[in-house]
């Protein structure tokens, strides 16, 4: 996927979980900064937290895509 492909998954995963109710506001603050790896990385805690809200292929895409490690998140 190019840059504006996951730029774009990424602004729908927030949306997703904003409206399950989630807060994202921080997340999305850096998403409107641009720092979208911080961002994708509020998603995947999120993702983490309240597993079946979001498609987990997509948030592994996104994830292979910005090169994210996520050993940390995943302890």
């Not at 720092?35 to 498609?55: C, F, I, R, S, T």
């Given at each position: ?28 603050e850096f998403f409107y900064v641009g720092e979208w790896d911080l961002a994708l990385e509020g998603v995947y805690v999120a ?29």
């Amino acid at each position: 996927m190019d840059d504006k492909e996951a730029i774009d998954l990424l602004e729908k995963q927030i949306k997703i979980l904003e409206r399950a109710g989630i807060d994202m506001s921080g997340d999305r603050e850096f998403f409107y900064v641009g720092e979208w790896d911080l961002a994708l990385e509020g998603v995947y805690v999120a993702h983490k937290k309240h597993p079946g809200v979001l498609n987990s292929q997509e948030v592994q895409a996104l994830v292979d895509d910005f090169g994210m490690d996520t050993s940390e998140f995943d302890r």
